[in-house]
């Protein structure tokens, strides 16, 4: 719809942002030749003459391909590496794609299944309602797999944005959603609140009560999301598997 968009009613959009010189053909025809820093150091000056020529290159090449070779070259910042092989999946995709073709997709998906089965915290994080290999593996990855990053629930929940925030002023005390959080946790916990809703019943006693109470279908979410956060903390703490009757006691007050 976008792309339909853009080729019929461009002249009526202004354009938000520029394109970066790090997305231009010749940019993408090297990375795919080498989509980790170890492989970039590895080319030779007539690798990369050849991909940028087949990337449309043609003045100013000799100078270019120094830079290229150069920059590649050059002492990086080294990440994990896992993390290193993760983007190695996706920019080794063809051309780096935002929307990978349907092999490379499922490529880039297999090794994020095995890299989530390879963690300690993995078993933990399927028991819980709503928690599958894709949205666990996004939840572990930002919440982090120290074991001691997070002392108490509480602290968990504030930096999942879940925890909300009572703001007083004079006579006037109002409960607001936390703004100082992860902003894609927080995308994760309302996308694993909604998929809990038919996977726990208790997840849902929590949820229709909410809604009892008044409260909209995203803030019933919202706030169903900050106990399951608490349960993970302390099925991780406790190093146990979730059950369901202890995590909702059915005569248990809904939060």
Request: proline share 7%; net charge positive.
């Amino acid at each position: 719809m976008l792309a339909d968009l853009v080729g019929t009613d461009r002249h009526n959009h202004r354009q938000v942002a520029g394109d970066s010189p790090l997305a231009e053909p010749e940019a993408l025809a090297v990375l795919e030749l080498a989509p980790t820093p170890e492989q970039g150091r590895r080319l030779t000056r007539a690798t990369v003459q050849r991909a940028l020529v087949g990337a449309g290159r043609r003045r100013n090449l000799r100078t270019r391909v120094v830079a290229v070779h150069d920059a590649l070259a050059a002492p990086q910042l080294a990440a994990p590496a896992p993390i290193e092989a993760a983007y190695r999946e996706v920019v080794g995709a063809p051309g780096g794609r935002a929307v990978l073709p349907q092999p490379a997709g499922r490529r880039v998906g297999a090794a994020a299944r095995r890299r989530f089965a390879t963690s300690p915290d993995a078993a933990i994080l399927r028991s819980q309602p709503g928690l599958g290999v894709v949205l666990g593996a996004r939840v572990l990855a930002e919440f982090g797999d120290d074991p001691h990053r997070y002392a108490t629930a509480n602290g968990r929940k504030a930096f999942a944005g879940t925890a909300p925030v009572t703001q007083s002023s004079g006579l006037r005390t109002v409960v607001v959603a936390r703004a100082a959080c992860n902003q894609r946790l927080v995308d994760a916990c309302y996308l694993w609140a909604f998929a809990a809703l038919t996977a726990s019943p208790g997840a849902r006693r929590c949820y229709d009560a909410h809604r009892a109470r008044g409260a909209s279908h995203h803030q019933a979410l919202r706030a169903l999301g900050n106990p399951l956060v608490g349960i993970l903390h302390g099925c991780l703490a406790q190093r146990v598997a979730y059950q369901e009757q202890l995590a909702w006691p059915a005569a248990e007050a809904v939060p």
